[in-house]
DNA sequence: CTCCGTGCAAATACTTTGCAAAGCG
DNA sequence: CGCTTTGCAAAGTATTTGCACGGAG
């Protein structure tokens, strides 16, 4: 196992976990999704490695949503929708992206910043919620 | 005052304190702005009110920044600047609207969801951070 | 031996809530 | 009087941290 190059066979199981799924989980979902399988599981261990993988460059976050933190292992630059209702968050997919270096360049010079990254969520009701 | 038209004193003070800077505040903030003045108020009472004040639409989230929730009483769509370092927050002028009902309609169809708004911020440094 | 990673529990930090008292029309 | 608002303190929830132990090189 590739030790010594930053992943603990834990570490490797919560990043799996989040890689394995579409749903953006919380903390809380990777644990419980771990759990039965790795039973001697912390939760603190579940938060810490969150943390060191997006250190690492290797997670990022969606942002709080319903009071948790969710998280995405798809490092590309794509806007996500999240259902007011039930809390689901979906990949918006863009052909495009909405902003290139360009954009960013005239917004930071516009407001006199350095500009490094962005985010774009969309709000609204997704199909599984009634109107 | 025009009471019953959903306005007590404080929720007033509250709402005019948002409204009075532009440093998107958190909820602790307004809390020690009112304080002097209103040496009755209760942290509490910032928290339902700010509550009340985003159901009724007069008041807004710029989300969870280092912790703690930022508000702004600007109900204009416009973009966010977020400095990683300091967590202050900065409007952004935009000339035109990066998305408008054809863009939410083309994403919502495209996704099966129906999107009712949406949320852009920058993150980078700003320019009275050290880089 | 030395580090890094971890369980566990305690500690934080922020926000919400229950309740009785107070305010307003 | 009836409904809204509030202070206060307690409760709630999510996340972080201290510490001592355990495993890998």
Redo the contacts between chains.
């Keep these: 196992m590739q030790q010594r190059r930053n992943f603990s066979a834990k570490r490797e199981a919560i990043y799996s976990a989040l890689a394995s799924t579409k749903i953006h989980p919380s903390v809380e979902w990777i644990y419980q999704k771990l759990k039965p399988t790795i039973p001697d599981l912390s939760l603190g261990t579940v938060y810490r490695n969150l943390n060191v993988l997006r250190e690492m460059g290797l997670v990022k976050s969606v ?2 949503v319903d009071g948790q933190e969710r998280f995405d292992s798809d490092m590309s630059q794509h806007p996500h ?1 999240i ?2 209702k039930c809390f689901r968050v ?1 990949d ?2 863009v052909g495009r992206n ?1 902003f290139d270096a360009n954009t ?1 360049g005239y ?2 010079d ?18 599984n919620c009634p ?1």
Aim: aromatic share 16%.
């Design positions: 942002g709080v929708f259902c007011t979906i918006v997919p909405f960013y917004i930071s516009e407001c006199g910043v350095k500009i490094q990254s962005h985010n774009l969520t969309f709000y609204g009701v997704c199909n109107k």
